[in-house]
């Protein structure tokens, strides 16, 4: 499995940008698919998930109501829609793939088998 993230760039406070990350070499329909970022000095933290299958989707406290991930079923294309963004959403973002787990926190980083390369994204005050 390929993830390949991209959509980054510069924007300033209080603009949107769309992440895409698009996948290849998967089979089936029953995985999760999830973005995570990560700030200099800062573990990586979850954002957002969504469950393949089905339309399950997850959202870090932080930015509830102003991020969504909507996803295209036909691309095998899932998206990170940022909105209102803020200085300190400035961060490299990730994606990550796995099958569904059983018992297992999709919000978690660990939870992901396959990652893409990150994509940054710098919100300017």
């Known amino acids: 499995v390929q993830l390949q993230a991209f959509g980054g760039g510069l924007v300033q406070a209080g603009g949107s940008l769309r992440l895409s990350c698009a996948a290849s070499g998967r089979t089936g329909t029953t995985y999760a698919m999830g973005w995570f970022r990560q700030a200099p000095g800062r573990d990586r933290e979850f954002v957002a998930a969504?469950?393949?299958?089905?339309?399950?989707?997850y959202y870090a406290d932080s930015v509830k109501g102003l991020f969504t991930i909507p996803k295209d079923n036909p691309k095998n294309t899932v998206y990170l829609q940022m909105n209102s963004l803020k200085p300190e959403d400035t961060a490299l973002y990730y994606c990550g793939s796995s099958p569904v787990k059983v018992g297992r926190r999709v919000t978690a980083a660990d939870y992901y088998d396959y990652w893409g390369q990150g994509t940054l994204v710098t919100v300017s005050s």
């Open positions: 969504v469950i393949w299958s089905g339309w399950l989707t």
